[in-house]
């Protein structure tokens, strides 16, 4: 019988997260348009933000309740997760073109927080150094996300505008050189252009409408939104906890399996979507900006209120963050220096996160 209702109470606080993570979004986003915040800055900060708002709110309770297994196990299930089995499923679906300059940073940013992440707990707590490092990693990865997104939306329409008139200009050796720059550079055509031109005509977004209604309904979804993933996060932890004491099953089990990929899911919903629109270029950068926030802001802050040192058990260090690591190499490399990605890359990840749980499991 308590087996089960705490089944039912981890089932019912991973609905409030979902559910009241979708609201916070949601509604943060239109506050910060009616509030005329650029939309790149809404990209880097807010909505990023905002879709790790269930694994913050999860390792920030677990860390004050003092079971650092979860809270960790979390953080690093959930970006494990996210790479070896929703970005996966994604690399074997689709195959990407991944421009070296869209994604060298945010690449070896991540790169770099697991490095650091694990170089910091070998001794078996989360050193001040590597959390100091990873929140300056964090604030790295915002700043440039917001240069590339005020970068993007000023160049796009001048570079789509130069490229028409030069392919436009009738001597002969400057449109050969035009036309060896569409090739090798990737620069749109004519055609592209006017495509481009028409499908963002067809996106455009319908204007805000602020009026006291909108105003009180997002007010109100932000702080129930904010609220559900409070609860949902601390039923989830009760409920994960008591499901591991009942089939005597270690925490850190139920933290990177039920608990990492339930706080996952909106990731996984993103990415069928993806696969389905065609966008997975998009995707793919979101789960990478995801998996850089969840270590770098989260693991910080976690250590920070921690009651005593925050302890990270042999296990995570041993077994989630080297497959972590390995994950993010084989996601990254090949992006970066291919500038594409392979299915193989897809297979290969999710073999090795069948391994991961297994070893993890077994171990």
Not at 16 to 43: E, H
Not at 284 to 300: E, F, Q, R, V
């Amino acid at each position: 019988m308590e087996l089960l209702l705490a089944i039912v109470i981890f089932i019912v606080g991973m609905v409030l997260i979902i559910k009241g993570g979708d609201w916070f979004v949601d509604s943060a986003t239109w506050i910060a348009k009616a509030a005329k915040i650029p939309s790149f800055i809404i990209g880097a900060t807010i909505v990023g933000l905002a879709t790790s708002l269930p694994e913050v709110i999860v390792s920030i309770v677990a860390s004050i309740q003092g079971k650092n297994d979860m809270a960790v196990g979390n953080v690093v299930g959930s970006v494990v997760a996210n790479t070896g089995l929703i970005l996966a499923i994604a690399l074997t679906f689709m195959n990407l073109v991944t421009p070296r300059k869209e994604y060298w940073r945010q690449g070896l940013l991540f790169i770099a927080c697991v490095i650091v992440l694990w170089l910091g707990s070998l001794t078996g707590t989360l050193s001040i150094w590597a959390s100091i490092i990873m929140i300056l990693i964090c604030i790295t990865f915002i700043a440039v996300s917001i240069i590339q997104g005020r970068h993007g939306e000023s160049t796009t329409e001048n570079t789509a505008i130069n490229v028409k008139d030069a392919i436009a200009a009738n001597t002969t050796p400057e449109t050969a050189t035009i036309k060896e720059k569409i090739v090798t550079e990737n620069l749109p055509n004519e055609d592209d252009i006017n495509t481009d031109k028409k499908n963002k005509e067809d996106k455009k977004e319908e204007p805000i409408v602020i009026n006291k209604k909108n105003i009180f309904k997002n007010i109100f979804f932000f702080f129930i939104g904010a609220a559900g993933v409070i609860l949902g996060s601390d039923f989830l932890i009760d409920g994960g906890s008591t499901i591991a004491t009942s089939l005597h099953i270690p925490e850190r089990i139920i933290a990177i399996t039920l608990v990492a990929v339930g706080t996952s899911l909106p990731e996984l919903v993103t990415t069928i979507v993806a696969i389905r629109k065609k966008e997975g270029g998009l995707m793919a950068g979101n789960i990478i900006g995801s998996n850089i926030l969840d270590i770098t802001l989260i693991l910080p802050i976690c250590s920070f209120v921690a009651h005593d040192s925050f302890a990270v058990s042999q296990q995570s260090i041993m077994i989630d963050m080297p497959f972590c690591l390995g994950f993010s190499l084989l996601a990254v490399i090949p992006m970066i220096w291919k500038q594409r990605t392979y299915k193989w890359q897809g297979i290969l990840l999710l073999l090795g996160y069948a391994a991961y749980l297994t070893i993890s499991v077994i171990l």
